[in-house]
């Protein structure tokens, strides 16, 4: 009678902690991160001036990875949107820019394990940007806008190692885009004329490596400090573009400093601390 018993407990409980499994198996296992930096940038914008300028730049970055079902549970998701804002002048020192873009890009990356502590990722990226170049001294064009994007490809590789028993994670990202559009006025055409007067040209244009080679590149480092997980980076951001006849290049190097978190949730509402394993990052 008492193994009966014990066999009918068995049997109802067994769903139970199969179901647990499951529940555990399909949580979203989160990394998220935040980080703000500073920098130099280098501006470009012929439809604005013949001239470069460079100066002072601030960034801000936010981050998150997550795994997905995709492909036997291999591949991850990565969100990643940058504000960043620039303040520069010209070689001669009598006129500046002001410039500010907003960027985000959506990447899915499968990933490959060559060995322990190793990752290897590489995916497909959706990367959008958009933004304003200011020139103080123009009268009849004081503003470029900045509107692009497109498709491209992601790669990333992750490596965790340890200094005697101190954990750290270095990453490498490299974003290039490929397939996309650019909206762009045309040589001596003004915006009054585009919107106002409706005598706008050939305004979006197709880009690729040919007219928009383009490469973000993020290198990081997480390491713990009690608590918490700090992360410290270099953002190299090349952006360049021949549109129109126009020319325009930003490029940004931005030194940066943030804090990382790896969460589980569970019903979208309870957190814990994320296991070690089956980790996106």
């Not at 002001?98 to 502590?117: C, D, I, K």
């Not at 040589?187 to 009054?192: A, H, L």
């Not at 980076?233 to 943030?258: P, R």
Request: charged letters at 15%.
């Amino acid at each position: 009678m008492c193994l009966c018993v014990l066999i009918l407990i068995t049997l109802a409980c067994s769903p139970v902690c199969i179901q647990a499994q499951d529940s555990l198996r399909t949580t979203r296992y989160v990394m998220r991160s935040a980080m703000i930096g500073a920098g130099h940038n280098n501006t470009f914008e012929t439809y604005l001036s013949p001239l470069e300028y460079q100066g002072p730049e601030v960034r801000f970055a936010y981050e998150t990875m997550r795994m997905t079902r995709l492909m036997d549970g291999n591949v991850s998701a990565q969100n990643l949107l940058q504000l960043h804002a620039s303040y520069t002048e010209n070689i001669s020192q009598t006129n500046h820019t002001y410039g500010g873009l907003v960027n985000w890009s959506y990447a899915l990356h499968y990933q490959f394990r060559p060995a322990e502590g190793l990752k290897i990722l590489f995916g497909p990226m959706l990367d959008l940007n958009v933004g304003v170049v200011y020139n103080r001294r123009n009268s009849n064009n004081p503003a470029q806008a900045k509107a692009y994007g497109g498709l491209g490809a992601s790669g990333m590789l992750i490596w965790k190692f340890r200094i005697k028993n101190y954990p750290m994670t270095l990453r490498y990202q490299a974003n290039l885009p490929l397939l996309g559009a650019m909206f762009s006025p045309e040589f001596g055409e003004s915006y009054y004329e585009i919107f106002s007067l409706g005598n706008g040209g050939r305004n979006v244009a197709f880009t690729s490596l040919h007219n928009n080679p383009s490469l973000r590149q993020l290198l990081t480092l997480d390491f713990p400090i009690r608590n918490t997980v700090m992360r410290i980076g270099y953002i190299c951001d090349l952006q360049q573009a021949k549109v129109n006849h126009l020319k325009s290049h930003t490029y940004s190097h931005d030194f940066m400093i943030g804090i990382v978190r790896h969460l589980y949730l569970i019903h979208g509402k309870s957190r814990a601390g994320m296991p070690h394993k089956n980790t996106p990052f």
